[in-house]
């Protein structure tokens, strides 16, 4: 369903309210949506088995099923189903209820046009994002096979469709990019798709230990090859035998290394620490580097022929801000790992935090992404990841915004919009009668400004 529009999906109202029933359905019909309505819980039930609706609007209170009892049962039933809950006016415990239980999200009575389609948008919006994914998963899990890669930016695709080619050869490659970027996901994810899968994947970062350490762990020793060795040891590169090796962080290797590691991609062949005797390993090796190797090469920092022969195929990954069209998938990505990790049913993020992702210059890229959603999605007491599950440093003030240092007029105005809404609200201790009239707006105005900010369940009163 990737591309799916909006309106392309089902509507089904439930209430016993038959006026209710025909001005949403006149409503949402008129904006396209296809929609089906019910006087009664037990009928929408029985609609829904018959044809599963993208969103159910239900009123809480009705004569047989509650609201309450039809999201339940839909929670049960029909899990990806939205429901929105439509509440009396004033009544926030239903409220809180219903999105304890799984609703979405409440529009109170007397309804609002234009709050009711806000909701709609914003939920069909987040269902759209995550068909996008689902299909995207199996697009690439189908094309690929690489099940747990996200990425449908092009250059993303491109490399996906490069390691597709390259995975089950012999080819040495060599990985670039910054920190965070997905270097090791790559180098994982190409392991698993060659031939050499069911062998060991063995992990060395040659930036953590000492140049001697590290010899000796890339390598093996033989019992007294210096004073800590007590006994012979095999090395990472023995352990992998007929696998791969992962050499992480290559650009630390020292020189005196590079020529050891140049004489066993050559030959593979190398000697144990310490000992005369020659050994043979039948390794891969993909290598990554968080610095560019060719300058290290013109800084005579890294061999230029140890450089050749690790760069047969070469993937450099894009920092995450040069494809950030691909953070709402990551964000549902995300989402869904640490929901499963933490048993969380958390479903998406507020306007305002992806508008604020977006304008973001993810210096730690895509790890700051997954750290920032994994806070958010253990500390969220809804549905929703609100602005103020952000860590302090993406709240600030909106001047940190994007990666160049500038930031968007609207995102400007936004931010503006909100401190003067949360300034009158807090002089007038929360009185939202008031605030509108001070601010000049109309009650329904501040109501979803409020809603847009997240301030709806913030206490005004003794601040
Ligand atoms: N294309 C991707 N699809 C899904 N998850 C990804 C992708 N790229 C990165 N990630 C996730 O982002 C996190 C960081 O990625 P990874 O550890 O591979 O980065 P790295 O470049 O190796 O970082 P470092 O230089 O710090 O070792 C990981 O948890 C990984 O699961
Ligand atoms: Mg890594």
Redesign the pocket.
């Known amino acids: 369903m990737a591309g799916s529009r909006l309106k392309d999906f089902t509507i089904l109202v439930v209430d016993d309210d038959s006026l209710i029933t025909y001005s949403l359905k006149e409503l949402l019909s008129l904006e396209g949506y296809s929609v089906k309505t019910a006087q009664d819980g037990e009928t929408a039930l029985g609609m829904l088995r018959a044809e599963p609706c993208d969103v159910l609007i239900a009123d809480v209170s009705m004569p047989g099923l509650s609201g309450f009892d039809i999201l339940m049962a839909v929670k049960e039933q029909l899990p990806d189903t939205i429901v929105i809950l439509i509440t009396a006016y004033g009544s926030i415990e239903d409220a809180v209820n219903g999105i304890k239980l799984g609703a979405y999200e409440y529009i109170t009575k007397p309804l609002n046009d234009n709050e009711v389609k806000v909701s709609i948008e914003r939920a069909l919006e987040q269902r759209r994002l995550r068909l996008e994914n689902f299909e995207l998963k199996r697009k690439l899990a189908e094309k690929f096979g690489f099940e ?4 449908s930016d092009h250059r ?1 695709q491109k ?2 469709e490069l390691i597709s080619i390259v995975a089950d050869t012999e080819a040495t490659i060599l ?1 670039n ?13 190409i392991h698993y798709h060659s031939r050499r899968k069911d062998r060991p994947l063995v992990e060395i ?1 040659c930036g953590a230990l000492s140049e001697n350490l590290l010899e000796s762990e890339l390598f093996g020793h033989v019992k007294g090859a210096f004073t800590s060795a007590m006994s012979d040891k095999i090395g990472r590169i023995e352990k992998a035998k007929d696998g791969t090796i992962f050499l ?2 290559i650009d630390n290797l020292s020189l005196r290394l590079q020529a050891k590691l140049l004489r066993f991609l050559q030959e593979k062949k190398f000697e144990r620490v310490g000992s005369a005797e020659t050994t043979q390993s039948n390794v891969r090796v993909i290598a ?1 580097a ?1 610095r560019d190797l060719e300058r290290c090469v013109a800084q005579g920092e890294f061999r230029e022929d140890l450089f050749f022969r690790l760069n047969v195929v070469s993937i450099a ?1 894009p920092p995450f801000k040069d494809h950030l069209s ?1 953070l709402p998938l ?1 964000v549902d ?2 989402i869904e ?1 640490y929901n499963k990790i933490n048993r969380r049913r958390v479903r998406g993020v507020s306007r305002e935090v992806m508008k604020r992702m977006l304008s973001y210059g993810w210096p730690g ?3 700051e ?2 750290n920032v959603i994994e806070r958010a999605v253990i500390l969220a007491p809804g549905e929703h990841i609100t602005f103020d599950l952000l860590p302090e440093y993406l709240r600030g003030p909106v001047t940190v915004a994007s990666s160049n240092g500038l930031v968007q007029l609207q995102v400007a105005i936004e931010a503006a919009e909100k401190n003067a809404i949360t300034n009158a609200l807090r002089h007038f201790k929360g009185n939202r009668n008031k605030t509108a009239e001070f601010l000049e707006v109309n009650r329904t105005t501040l109501y979803q400004k409020m809603k847009r900010y997240s301030l709806l369940d913030v206490s005004f009163k003794d601040k």
């Open positions: 747990n890669l996200v990425g993303m490399i996906f990985i990019g910054a920190s965070g970027t997905g270097k090791s996901t790559i180098a994982r994810a970062s992480d962080e990554a968080n990954l691909d990551f990505y995300f790992k890229n895509i790890r992404l997954e």
